[in-house]
């Protein structure tokens, strides 16, 4: 067996071991992963594949790859936590290979190794291949369309590296995997390669390093898959879905979508400390670096830096500020990471003072949140006057039960430092990364283990477990005052039959056929309360729930 494959299947196994287990050890969260799922869940009752459903009407926001891949692991483990997030879980197992085999075909077998073991240790990639959201496949996808339009560029003018195929098939297929990037989550895909592209033109002095035919036949590429879905869509239904599609990304990028606003240096903050312990040795990319033995090296290094900032400055102008538009930087921030240990393991680069602070500040800030959270939950009512919010208060009155042994991922991230600096000072630098991002990639799963039940304990399991109780009993179940998805899922709602259902008058105020059940959070209660012949049912962790009964006809 080469070492590629041995390696490649080892990875395989990392990944299947820390991110398929536990995934459907709690309730999917609201929005976006119940809104994601009950897509998918109305795909396999509608058998409607192209045009995307939520609460069985069009659902025009996102484009439906990724839902077909929630479907498909529906069909084959059921409707569930577990299908919903299956497939980022194989999304981070292709990313683990992925990067290791780009590595090793750059450098050598220990580059990859270190840059699948700097993606598998940094936080959030990890937490995200835990999930049922659409970004790592997205990232996935444009990150390999800008790869292969790399490769296409390095063929074409006579790169060191050698490459078997013609550079019209590098170019094809760069193009085909943005174009499975749009139909995973639209056209931010083509535009974060084509602005990456204009950059990289600029830094040529505007030299015409990728003919017009070329480009064209890039985007042609992108089109046809893309038009496997628009055209047919299209076709099939005509223009009014497409259009309101394209109105929602034009409104997603102008203005602040539902709420989400945030600072200017929002996600430099988020990629900071949420890419912990990789963030800290990007960094140092950024400044003075040895030279590379190859030309094709230091070009790829300029890519990688190029399709940083764009992405992290694009959202930086985008309105909303949301965690995971900043992740596409994952590759790119991980792959400069990567150089750097590696350079540090040669011993090119000198593991300094600012290096070393910067590891051992943010673990210190994760192990005194991780250590100090049980102990100030058990302290719950001290808490309870330092939030002003009504909704939040009543939280907290969740019967969440903490044990103190919560702190064990904290202890344990305090014995990976210990260890891996242990190894630093040996000036066992391989072993010191290795012991680094493989413990703090145990650390995140440790933490999902011990901490996120009890969260979403006090976040919404009350109302979930409400629209649980009602699956299977012929009614109408919504929310009130607040938006939500979890009324859908986990009610399991079937099919409409009465297009009056729609209209939420008519359910507090008309002639109902069947029962109404209304789930209002605690400062919207009052509203439901007016509402004459609402009964309140009770109360619990923030939400209220009301009935509000049909007339029986004799």
């Known amino acids: 067996m080469s070492q590629s494959l041995r390696t490649s299947l080892l990875l395989a196994l990392l990944g299947a071991v820390f991110y398929i287990p536990f995934l459907g050890g709690v309730h999917l969260f609201d929005w976006d992963e119940i809104n994601f799922a009950e897509i998918s869940r109305e795909m396999l009752i509608t058998k409607e594949y192209f045009r995307v459903y939520v609460n069985f009407q069009p659902f025009w926001e996102k484009p439906p790859l990724f839902f077909w891949l929630q479907s498909l692991a529906m069909e084959g483990f059921g409707v569930g936590e577990f299908a919903a997030r299956l497939p980022n879980a194989l999304c981070g197992i292709a990313t683990l290979l992925l990067v290791y085999q780009i590595g090793r075909r750059l450098y050598h077998h220990r580059f990859g190794l270190v840059w699948a073991l700097t993606y598998f240790g940094t936080v959030l990639p990890f937490l995200y291949f835990k999930s049922g959201i659409i970004d790592p496949w997205f990232n996935f996808f444009i990150f390999a369309g800008i790869y292969h339009f790399v490769l296409f560029y390095w063929k074409k003018d006579d790169f060191e590296l050698a490459l078997p195929h013609s550079q019209w098939r590098y170019l094809f297929l760069g193009g085909f995997w943005i174009g499975m990037g749009i139909l995973t989550k639209g056209q931010t895909a083509y535009l974060i390669a084509v602005l990456t592209m204009g950059v990289y033109w600029v830094s040529q002095r505007f030299r015409m390093y990728v003919s017009v035919p070329q480009f064209l036949f890039f985007t042609l590429a992108a089109a046809i898959v893309m038009l496997t879905w628009y055209g047919l869509e299209t076709w099939k239904n005509g223009t009014w879905f497409i259009e309101e599609f394209n109105k929602y990304q034009y409104r997603l990028f102008s203005t602040p979508d539902a709420g989400h606003k945030g600072f200017p240096g929002y996600h430099f903050v988020v990629l900071l400390i949420g890419c912990f312990p990789a963030s800290i040795f990007a960094l140092r990319a950024f400044w003075k670096m040895p030279a590379e033995s190859f030309r094709y090296r230091d070009d790829f290094r300029r890519w990688m830096k190029y399709l940083f900032w764009v992405v992290l400055l694009l959202f930086t102008i985008v309105k909303s500020k949301i965690v995971h538009y900043s992740s596409m930087c994952y590759f790119p921030l991980t792959y400069l990471a990567a150089v750097v240990i590696d350079k540090i393991v040669a011993r090119e680069i000198r593991f300094n003072s600012v290096m070393r602070a910067g590891v051992w ?79 703090t990639g145990a650390f ?71 029962d109404v059940f209304v789930v209002s959070k605690i400062q919207s209660a009052h509203e439901v309360e007016r509402i004459a012949g609402m009964e309140e049912l009770g109360r619990k962790n923030g939400f209220v729930f009301f009935v509000r009964k049909a007339v029986k006809k004799e």
């Open 361 to 439: 500040g943010i673990a210190g800030v994760f192990v005194l949140a991780v250590v100090a959270l049980p102990f100030l939950a058990m302290q719950i009512e001290v808490l309870k006057p330092l939030f002003k919010d009504p909704f939040a208060q009543a939280n907290l009155e969740a019967d969440v039960r903490w044990t103190g042994w919560e702190i064990l991922p904290g202890v344990w991230l305090l014995g990976v430092m210990a260890v891996a600096f242990y190894f630093f000072k040996k000036t066992n630098h391989w072993r010191g990364f290795q012991t680094l991002f493989v413990g």
């Open 444 to 514: 995140v799963l440790l933490t999902l283990i011990f901490f996120i039940k009890r969260i979403e304990g006090y976040s919404q399991r009350a109302a979930i477990t409400f629209f649980e109780s009602k699956i299977g009993e012929d009614c109408y179940v919504l929310t009130h005052g607040y938006r939500s998805y979890a009324h859908l899922f986990y009610t399991r709602k079937p099919p409409v039959t009465n297009e009056k259902s729609y209209d939420r008058n008519w359910l507090y105020t008309g002639d109902i056929d069947k």
